[in-house]
């Protein structure tokens, strides 16, 4: 069954420190993997995702993730954040038209 | 564009009440969907549609109605409401189906608390 683990629930950095946010997923095929945003009383804003090609992928917000089909792993990552990153991110998984979300981690940002 | 438009934004219901909330894009996207959003368990897939008329069951259905007549709109109907269904509810969609690699466009949520 299709499955993404978020092992971090909450992840305090430093402003204009970096970040990684990591995300595994279990899955029997190639999956289509997804990063979402999601600030207070908001809805989710996908960051970016990956279905082929380079493992690299860039999104929105000067975020990346990388695809490391070895470790079945997609994590998150930024070089410098920003006070307004804080937030929820969520990975999620999609499979034809379903989709399958990890709990998510919850990012504080001090100044 | 409006995007995806959710309503109402809060609602309160006793046990056993049944309501509707409404879901509905104007983007012209195939795909569909329902979530719910509770505490530590991510959100999980209720519903989805594939177009017009044709509707399916996600991870946790029970409790839980859906229609799409048009392409526009996707409600999700609870009939009898249990406090076990007080959750934040979201819609999403998606340009196509059977290829998600476009994600999907979420609306703001639902929050609805059974007493």
């Known amino acids: 069954a299709q499955s993404v683990t978020q092992p971090d629930i909450h992840i305090t950095v430093s402003e204009g420190a970096s970040l990684e946010l990591r995300c595994n997923y279990s899955y029997g095929a190639t999956p289509y993997l997804f990063w979402y945003v999601q600030s207070p009383g908001q809805g989710l804003q996908l960051l970016l995702k990956?279905?082929?090609?380079?493992?690299l992928v860039q999104g929105i917000k000067g975020f990346e993730a990388e695809f490391k089909r070895s470790q079945s792993s997609f994590n998150l990552r930024k070089p410098s954040v920003h006070w307004s990153d804080a937030a929820e991110y969520f990975c999620?998984?999609?499979?034809?038209?379903?989709?399958?979300f990890g709990t998510g981690t919850s990012l504080t940002v001090i100044p | 564009n409006a995007g995806v438009t959710q309503t109402p934004k809060f609602q309160v219901l006793k046990t056993g009440q049944s309501m509707t909330l409404q879901c509905a894009q104007d983007m012209n996207h195939e795909y569909m969907s329902w979530y719910r959003q509770d505490p530590g368990m991510g959100l999980r897939l209720i519903h989805y549609s594939v177009g017009a008329g044709i509707t399916d069951q996600g991870e946790v259905p029970n409790g839980y109605n859906v229609s799409r007549s048009t392409t526009e709109d996707f409600p999700l109907r609870l009939l009898s409401a249990a406090p076990s269904q007080t959750s934040v509810y979201f819609c999403?969609?998606?340009?196509?189906?059977?290829?998600?690699?476009?994600?999907?466009?979420f609306g703001p949520g639902t929050r609805l608390t059974v007493t």
């Open positions: 990956y279905f082929s090609g380079d493992t």
């Open positions: 999620a998984v999609g499979d034809s038209n379903q989709f399958y």
């Open positions: 999403a969609s998606s340009p196509v189906t059977g290829t998600p690699t476009l994600g999907q466009y």
